[in-house]
């Protein structure tokens, strides 16, 4: 089994910056991927950003430039920073890990809320 926990949600203003971070622990051989999603009030789920075990990233238009994705392997943490942030990022983020063999993980999650 494996456990997520994010963390570094909270409320910050338009233009302001944020950290999230996900520390992973349990049986976590043959992680894959980590990747951050998000989840707006009445949306579905989206993809924000995906970092590979050999450090290749992807990211969704909507925050390419202002998001940076990371890992820290000896940590067991995936970080998201969070730059130039508007309102409509307002949004619960989820952490995610995938093993090779596809089966995946989620975190429960850290609210983000930027005013404006």
């Known amino acids: 089994q494996v456990q997520l926990v994010e963390s570094g949600g909270g409320l910050v203003q338009a233009g302001g910056s944020l950290r999230l971070s996900c520390v992973v622990s349990?049986?976590?051989?043959?992680?894959?991927?980590m990747s951050w999603y998000r989840q707006a009030p009445g949306k579905q789920r989206e993809l924000v950003a995906v970092?590979?075990?050999?450090?290749?990233?992807n990211y969704a238009d909507f925050v390419k430039g202002r998001f940076t994705i990371s890992r820290d392997n000896a940590k067991n943490t995936a970080y998201l920073q969070m730059n130039s942030l508007k309102p409509e990022d307002t949004a619960v983020y989820y952490c995610?890990?995938?093993?090779?063999?596809?089966?995946?993980?989620w975190g429960q999650g850290t609210l983000v809320t930027v005013s404006s």
């Open positions: 970092i590979f075990s050999g450090g290749g990233t």
């Open positions: 995610n890990v995938a093993r090779n063999s596809g089966r995946d993980y």
């Open positions: 349990g049986s976590i051989f043959s992680i894959n991927t």
